[in-house]
């Protein structure tokens, strides 16, 4: 088995219930962050990180974001002739080599866990990356390239993680940590969505892992748990307790749940104010806001 890891799973196939109306007919992954859909920032990860393998594990209702990466021949054609450059290299961006990329399907949303087990023959005897699209990291390197290096190191299971205040560790899945001290939490277990007194730590799984292919097997015999669906907390909980081998990760970058409104509202602030373009007229926009509503105190 190499330790190289080459190919991730995007898990796109949920309903994106928290976006209804809009995820009626668009899906989650492809709402923009300023004018770059969420699914492209993932991309952008996996690439910095060494993967060469993307596959996506999509629903019906899905199929904007096959579209999204493949050519645009007419497109293309048109910003060619008006000689628009800056636009055909955004649009390089969004190609995908042929084979690089794979969609399978996931029939029934029945959780994250069997979700990535639908990626089982696509990944073999490999140890792979998951990425949640709608977790979105902003760093200087990379959220999955800090970790695919400390899994060079360790050979572990690797589970991104942040500490969250008591009142929304119940959202999470949750580490049980043997130490904290340093980027490598060794866990010594993992529960989905503890209330918040039963939380073992105040670290929540982050939408990023690098897993070895043993959790797929333990994924074979998954029963449904919390929710009544197949989590992969679960079958990331059987590893520790069977081979002793999953770390939590505390990468450097800042995290947006863009996954909920309210954090794909600061997400788009704060990328439109990191943006050269926009900074100016965004940010005198902000800072009028803040004036008028200290004004009206
Ligand atoms: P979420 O818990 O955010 O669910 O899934 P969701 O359906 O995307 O959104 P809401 O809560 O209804 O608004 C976390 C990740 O797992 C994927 C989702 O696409 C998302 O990337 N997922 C979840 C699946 O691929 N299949 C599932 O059965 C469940």
């Not at 079958?235 to 990468?251: E, L, S, T």
């Amino acid at each position: 088995m190499t330790n190289k890891v080459t190919k991730a799973i995007f898990p796109v196939a949920g309903l994106g219930t928290r976006f209804l109306p809009a995820t009626k007919s668009i899906p989650k992954e492809i709402m923009t962050l300023v004018d770059r859909p969420l699914i492209q920032y993932a991309i952008d990860e996996a690439r910095e990180a060494g993967i060469t393998e993307f596959i996506f594990v999509t629903a019906r209702g899905k199929s904007a974001l096959e579209d999204y990466f493949d050519r645009a021949p007419e497109l293309e054609a048109a910003l060619r002739l008006a000689k628009k450059q800056a636009q055909l290299d955004e649009l390089r961006r969004t190609d995908m080599d042929s084979g690089a990329i794979a969609y399978i399907r996931q029939r029934d949303p029945k959780g994250l866990g069997h979700a990535v087990w639908c990626a089982r023959r696509l990944v073999g005897d490999e140890p792979f990356a998951v990425i949640l699209p709608d977790d979105v990291i902003a760093g200087q390197t990379g959220c999955l390239r800090q970790m695919v290096d400390a899994y060079a190191e360790t050979g572990g299971n690797m589970v991104a993680a942040m500490k969250v205040p008591p009142a929304q560790i119940s959202s999470y899945g949750v580490l049980a940590v043997k130490s904290d001290m340093g980027a490598l939490l060794p866990a010594s277990g993992m529960v989905e969505k503890p209330r918040a007194e039963d939380a073992p730590s105040d670290f929540a799984a982050i939408g990023r892992y690098i897993l070895r292919p043993e959790v797929m097997r333990t994924l074979d015999t998954a029963q449904a748990g919390s929710g009544g669906e197949i989590q992969l907390t679960d079958a990331i909980a059987a590893q520790i307790r069977d081979h002793d081998n999953v770390f939590g990760y505390r990468f450097k970058g800042q995290r947006f749940d863009c996954g909920s409104k309210a954090g794909f509202l600061q997400a788009t602030v704060a990328f439109g104010l990191a943006r050269e373009d926009l900074r100016d007229e965004f940010g005198a926009y902000l800072s009028s806001l803040n004036a008028a509503s200290h004004a009206a105190e």
